[in-house]
């Protein structure tokens, strides 16, 4: 069955260190997304990437980097820039189509935790 | 801007009731799409239900309808005979063909937590 693969489920990191999270799908959707999401809150934009080889900044960009060099696969990386990174990331793709009826598919998402 | 609005933080509901979850919409997009999702504790996001602007009527998907009011910008999520599998937060979020450089966004409400009393 196609889907959006997050890995890992939860994922531990100690302050200072880059983390790597892991979003791949197999739905030949064209755009991929990175939410992060804050205890009790909505959903705030990171990044997104609408081709291969091409993204572009959300909301709130700082302290985080991607890459898109295959359609497949679309990791965050978290950076030892970003202060407060304990939240619960999710990963979202969507077909690249002028039907509006085209929402996300999303992952089951990673949850950081700083130690 | 376009922009979506859920003015309720928190909802309960008795088993077996209806409830209703608001949402207000603003854009000036003369096509758009309206979502309502639900994420459970478990963190998954889940696809619930889907509008056009166009669409004559409302959205059904079993015990979820969509009471869109176009007028008022108005796209309400009514759940009926509420389980208690219903308690999660719900979010509606809204697309258009138009959003600047970011065609086909998303944009999301902040979402309502519905919890679901035995």
């Known amino acids: 069955d196609g889907g959006i693969t997050q890995s890992p489920k939860y994922l531990f990191r100690k302050e200072g260190q880059n983390v790597t999270l892991s979003c791949e799908q197999n739905?030949?959707?064209?755009?991929m997304y990175w939410y992060r999401q804050d205890p009790g809150q909505g959903l705030r934009l990171i990044y997104y990437?609408?081709?291969?080889?091409?993204?572009q900044k959300g909301d709130i960009a700082e302290g985080y980097s991607v890459s898109r060099e295959k359609k497949e696969s679309f990791p965050l990386t978290v950076t030892s820039a970003q202060k407060n990174p304990t939240a619960f990331y999710l990963c979202?793709?969507?077909?690249?189509?002028?039907?509006?009826?085209?929402?996300?598919?999303f992952g089951s998402g990673t949850r950081l935790t700083v130690v | 801007a376009q922009k979506i609005t859920q003015t309720q933080p928190g909802m309960f509901v008795q088993e077996k009731e209806a409830v209703t979850l608001d949402c207000t919409y603003d854009?000036?997009?003369?096509?758009?799409?309206l979502f309502w999702y639900k994420q459970p504790s478990s963190g998954e996001m889940i696809f619930l239900i889907y509008?056009?602007?166009?669409?004559?009527q409302n959205a059904t998907e079993g015990r979820y309808s969509l009471n869109f009011q176009k007028a008022r910008k108005s796209a309400n999520l009514v759940i009926s005979a509420s389980q208690l599998g219903d308690s999660a937060m719900y979010f509606c979020?809204?697309?258009?063909?138009?959003?600047?450089?970011?065609?086909?966004?998303?944009?999301f409400g902040k979402g309502t937590k519905l919890s679901v009393k035995p």
């Open positions: 979202a793709s969507r077909l690249d189509s002028r039907n509006l009826g085209y929402g996300y598919t």
């Open positions: 739905l030949n959707h064209d755009a």
């Open positions: 990437s609408q081709i291969v080889n091409d993204f």
């Open positions: 854009t000036s997009d003369p096509s758009y799409g």
């Open positions: 509008q056009g602007s166009y669409d004559q």
């Open positions: 979020a809204m697309r258009g063909l138009n959003y600047g450089g970011s065609q086909g966004n998303l944009i």
